[in-house]
């Protein structure tokens, strides 16, 4: 099969040709028809992802799209012909997605939603996982709640938004003035991200604070949320870097959950639940209510290069997926 080999930090993606891999226990083998880019792949592409620790030479690529080839010893929940979706490798030394067959564990598959092309499905693991993880899993968004997602057009933060409407939750997204029409477009309320957080709060919420705050920015827009918080309420991030004070949250008896969306795959603790949480996908997907925006370029192995300067350049309109195959 060809495949793109990252063979040194910073070098460019040598297309080259490679052993197609054969399922192993557990595993099945997919036919990928699309690989979703993420500006994680950026990071491992320059040496500056050590917590992905993907070992060279590699294969990049998180999320994929495909058709089920064949499937190993043990595994009955897919079989040749299903159209799939999934994040499966491109970190942790597991074979990444920018190529033309991966050997997948089955347990971070799930069936591609019926109504979503193969481009749309490869751009929504990552983010989608990320986002249930937080709202669902840490946080319990419930119906009635005041949720703020920081960051609401970003990849993470459009799905965060469409999500916690999903549960009925009123919802409200920081964006740049860009951003506005858009993040009105997914039901949420805008609020420009050069507002003051004091205004923000008083308007919104008459002072109270935001029953749930998702944060996709990290940095000085997490140390904010810390303080745009009700009491007893929830603070959630995917960008918990650096050092943050944390007073404002415990003088509000307010909790904070970290999301690291790759450590099943690092460590192999939770793999099944990742599978659980795309099946959960698929069905919303299916009734409507979660839609990806990608950006409308097309790319292919020749072009990857261009795919992931869309991303650095911030050019990128949605989230890029590169085509693979017929």
Partial sequence: MRALILTAHGSPLLLRPVDRPTPAEGQVLVRIKASGVNPLDLKISKGQAAHARHPLPAILGIDLAGIVESVGVGVTDFRPGDEVYGMTGGVGGLQGSLAEFVAAD?????????????RDAAALPLIFITAWEGLVDRAHVRAGQKVLVQGGAGGVGHIAVQL????????????????????????????????????????????????????????????????????????????????HALAPLSFRAASYSGVFTLLPMLSGEGRAHHGEILREATQLIEAGKIVPRLDPRHFSFETIEQAHAAIEDGSASGKIVVDIGT
């Fill in 106 to 118: 089955a347990r971070l598959l799930a069936k591609k939603p019926a109504n979503l092309g193969m």
């Fill in 164 to 243: 916690a409407r999903a549960f009925d939750a009123e919802v409200f997204a920081t964006g740049s003035r860009k951003d506005k029409s858009y993040i009105e477009h997914l039901g949420a309320a805008f609020i420009d991200r050069e507002m003051q957080l004091d205004d923000y709060v008083t308007e919104y919420t008459a002072g109270r604070g935001f029953d749930l705050i998702y944060d996709t920015v990290g940095g000085t827009v997490l140390d904010a949320s810390f303080s745009a918080v009700t009491r007893f309420g929830h603070v959630v991030s995917a960008l918990g870097w650096g050092t």
